[in-house]
């Protein structure tokens, strides 16, 4: 079975500035895709980047970029630039690229980092 | 293009009842996939729905089942309702059969007393 793990149970930093949440994952697949999630105090999860492990670039969305470690399973997620607005818990994800296996189709999560911008 | 609809947002209900909640994916999407967030547990995979057809199941027991419609909405059913099954249930919806993004409602807040 799959695990993801966040070692930082909470984060802060200040506006503008750059911040880098941690995730480590453990599995015996090769093809796999990785997510990060947001969830605000809303509860609302928003999607704010996803990486093909496949792929050996970094994805990078607007403000937010990761860096892929494939070989030492490591996720990390960099904030630039933070703004109030990106406070919120965030959630790293492992999915399966294996159709009919046990783990696909679902989404296993880390126990998540609550991110706290200050201004 | 709408997103996620889950119905109803928050509900009360006692230890031994049952419940039935519901969720309509994004216009398109064919697989729904239902998590169930506790602070204590995080967050857990329950099942996945694609076409009608359950393809995965979580740990959780007999209690907890679901059920997807031919419009791709889902519906999950827990029954003899304990303590422990308050929590915030979320739905997922992906649009084909090998996606991988999942996009999320907004959640049902399930509080057994």
């Known amino acids: 079975a799959q695990t993801v793990t966040q070692s930082q149970p909470e984060m802060s930093v200040q506006e503008a500035e750059t911040v880098t949440l941690s995730c480590t994952y453990d599995?015996?697949?090769?093809?796999?895709?990785l997510f990060w999630y947001k969830q605000p105090p809303s509860r609302q999860m928003i999607l704010v980047i996803r990486?093909?492990?496949?792929?050996?670039q970094n994805a990078t969305e607007n403000r937010f970029s990761v860096n892929f470690q494939k070989a030492a399973k490591s996720f990390s997620l960099k904030i630039s630039d933070s703004q109030l607005g990106d406070a919120a818990m965030y959630f790293c994800?492992?999915?399966?690229?294996?159709?009919?296996?046990?783990?696909?189709?679902?989404?296993?999560f880390g126990q998540g980092t609550i991110l706290t911008v200050h201004p | 293009k709408a997103g996620v609809t889950q119905t109803p947002r928050y509900l009360i209900k006692t230890r031994g009842q049952q419940v039935t909640l519901s969720c309509s994916p994004i216009?398109?999407?064919?697989?729904v996939s239902w998590y169930q967030q506790t602070p204590g547990q995080g967050l857990q995979f329950l099942f996945e729905?694609?076409?009608?057809?359950?393809?995965n199941k979580g740990n959780f027991p007999g209690r907890f089942s679901g059920r997807q419609f031919s419009n791709s909405r889902s519906e999950m059913n827990v029954s003899t309702l304990e303590l422990g099954d308050s929590a915030l249930y979320l739905c997922?919806?992906?649009?084909?059969?090998?996606?991988?993004?999942?996009?999320f409602g907004p959640g049902t807040r399930l509080t057994v007393t």
């Open positions: 990486q093909e492990a496949y792929k050996q």
């Open positions: 729905y694609f076409s009608e057809t359950q393809r």
């Open positions: 599995t015996s697949e090769s093809d796999y895709y």
């Open positions: 997922a919806s992906s649009w084909g059969q090998a996606a991988y993004e999942q996009y």
């Open positions: 216009s398109g999407h064919r697989s």
């Open positions: 994800a492992y999915r399966s690229a294996y159709p009919g296996g046990t783990s696909y189709g679902k989404l296993t």
